[in-house]
């Protein structure tokens, strides 16, 4: 029995040792999560599904445009500037090699595709032609006189096509699509207004040089077509049109909307122009007293106030152009999906000089609302009333039923002029009585 007691205690013993030894090897986890029948600590590696090889979405979203889209200095606004007018050239790239020298007259063709049409002509010439996608149109013609170069020139402009000859294959190429550089001006407003209108003609992949003040982009002949168009438009004008942009949410402190009819005894009736219904919200036509920061002020009084995104956009007289919230807004909100377009005109306006414009709110559900709104220069665009809740999509949600979107516009009118303007950085500022001048002109 004292045998086995012994027996007993020594194995007693060496359990202890042997829990106590395996207590002292087996690591100690504050937290640990199981995840899949996987066990996770702070010392575990994450692993993370494979990903698709699509550009991030950080670097989807650079653009050199956004700091001179995005940005207002609200201190140093101008309501008139003028500018020079400048020449916008735009320059056909790839033609290639120089045509051989050669003398065309009396040449006829009828029902002939471009191809066969240069075949014909080129017959025994060093010069043979390539399709680089098969070609459908055909074309009739006559060439009295004149050198290949233009006889070249004038049946692929026929035929809607582009050429480029290589002179060391003896090869001219015929191809749908061309591409092209234009030449822009020196302001950047403008510059501005071009590409706004070259993307509403839905065109995309613009190569834009800020530092040479170029675009380069590729089309057919109806892409060529149109920003010919855009361009003579542009050159003709002798304005452009211009707004500055706040837009804001704004949360009433209370369960009670903002008082809106306070803005009377705070600004003065002389500074509340025009009030504008539209279907959903209401468009006042402001002066000058009421500005950003003076608006910001009167707002803070009764709710908390966000900016949600700013910027500017500008469009030739007569044009349409938009502002994108979500390209400028200051992260992921509501108003995101959120499109304030404008279509605007600067000049007469029965006897006086105003700017005649209509303001469109949409999203990607159709039309919110619209205000057509006659203003003086000088004067601001304050948009109310569009609640908040107008672009929740889910059936509940956290937001108050009193919020809304508050958007502050400020338009400008750009001059453009023949010749220069008087100053070094070819733009003139216009105040005070030169102002008065320019308007009353």
């Known amino acids: 029995m004292i045998f086995l007691k012994n027996i007993m205690g020594s194995v007693l013993v060496f ?38 090889a699509l550009t991030t979405d950080t670097a989807r979203r650079f653009s050199i445009e956004l700091p001179k889209r995005c940005e207002v200095d609200w201190n140093n606004q101008t309501v008139v500037s003028v500018v020079p007018a400048e020449k916008i050239e735009i320059v056909r790239l790839g033609v290639g090699d120089k045509l051989p020298e050669l003398k065309v007259s009396d040449y006829e063709f009828k029902d002939l595709t471009v191809k066969k049409a240069l075949d014909k002509l080129l017959d025994g010439t060093d010069v043979s032609v390539v399709e680089d996608e098969v070609l459908y149109e055909k074309i009739s013609g006559t060439i009295s006189s004149g050198v290949l170069s233009d006889a070249v020139e004038l049946m692929t402009k026929m035929g809607r096509v582009y050429y480029s000859y290589d ?40 190569l834009v040089d800020w530092q040479d003040k170029t675009v380069v982009f590729e089309g057919n002949y109806q892409t060529e077509r149109e920003v010919a168009k855009i361009i003579a438009d542009i050159a003709g004008k002798k304005y452009m049109l211009a707004w500055d942009i706040d837009v804001y949410r704004v949360y009433p402190r209370t369960d009670n909307p903002i008082v809106w009819m306070n803005l009377l005894p ?68 509501l108003e995101t999906d959120l499109v304030i377009g404008a279509t605007g005109t600067y000049g007469d306006y029965a006897g006086r000089k105003k700017i005649d414009a209509k303001i469109v709110l949409r999203t990607s559900a159709g039309e919110l609302s619209s205000f057509n709104i006659p203003s003086t220069v000088g004067d601001n665009y304050v948009i109310v009333g569009i609640p908040t809740h107008s672009f929740v999509t889910t ?29 070094d950085d070819n733009a003139e500022t216009l105040v005070g009585d030169a102002l008065r001048d320019f308007l009353n002109d």
């Not at 950003?292 to 349409?320: D, H, R, Y």
């Not at 059936?395 to 023949?418: G, H, N």
């Open 395 to 423: 059936p509940e949600t956290l937001v108050s039923p009193f919020a809304e979107l508050v958007v502050f516009m400020s338009p400008r009118v750009i001059s453009i002029v023949d010749g220069p303007v008087g100053h």
């Open 266 to 333: 705070a600004f003065g009736e002389k500074n509340i122009k025009m009030s504008i219904p539209g279907v959903v919200g209401r468009a006042l036509v402001v002066g000058p007293e009421i500005n950003t920061k003076t608006l910001q002020e009167f707002m803070a009084q009764q709710a908390n106030v966000v900016l949600v995104s700013q910027g500017t956009f500008a469009i030739p007289n007569g044009w349409q152009s938009r502002f994108d919230i979500g390209q400028c807004g200051k992260e992921e909100r």
């Open 15 to 52: 359990a202890t040792l042997v829990a106590c030894q395996q207590k002292q090897q087996m690591p100690l986890y504050d937290n640990i999560t199981v995840v899949d029948e996987l066990v996770i600590d702070e010392n575990s590696v994450p692993i993370f599904p494979k990903k698709a």
């Open 167 to 206: 002179e060391n294959t003896g090869e001219l190429h015929l191809t749908h699509r061309g591409k092209w550089l234009i030449k822009m001006p020196q302001d950047e407003t403008i510059i501005m207004a071009m590409l706004d209108a070259m993307h509403g003609a839905d065109m995309r992949n613009l």
